[in-house]
Nanobody
Framework: QVQLVESGGGLVQSGGSLRLSCAAS????????MGWYRQAPGKQRELVAS???????NYADSVKGRFTISRDNAKNTLYLQMNSLKLEDTAVYYC???????????????WGQGTQVTVSS
């Protein structure tokens, strides 16, 4: 069983900063990739940023230069530092984990429950 515990969401003014955390625990043999997605009301869920097991990162164009994804491998914790927040960043942010629970196990996809980020003017 895997658990993802997200924290750090909240209400912030435009131009402000927040840091999201996602702590992964349970039967994780190896991490393929971890990422942050978001879903605004009436919109589809979209990728915000991801980081592979090897440390390669990928960002949505809309957040490049403002958001930074990182991971503490020892703690299996994923972070998203969000700076210069804009109104359009308001959404529920979800942590995603793609992992293997054993060497011979298949790759598995797991989602956190989400944390609300609201940016006000």
């Amino acid at each position: 069983q895997v658990q993802l515990v997200e924290s750090g969401g909240g209400l912030v003014q435009s131009g402000g900063s927040l840091r999201l955390s996602c702590a992964a625990s349970g039967s994780i043999f190896s991490i393929v990739v971890m990422g942050w997605y978001r879903q605004a009301p009436g919109k589809q869920r979209e990728l915000v940023a991801s980081i592979t097991g090897g440390g390669s990162t990928n960002y949505a164009d809309s957040v490049k230069g403002r958001f930074t994804i990182s991971r503490d491998n020892a703690k299996n914790t994923l972070y998203l530092q969000m700076n210069s927040l804009k109104l359009e960043d308001t959404a529920v942010y979800y942590c995603n984990l793609i992992y293997k629970r054993a060497w011979t196990a298949p790759v598995t996809d797991y989602w956190g429950q989400g944390t609300q980020v609201t940016v006000s003017s």
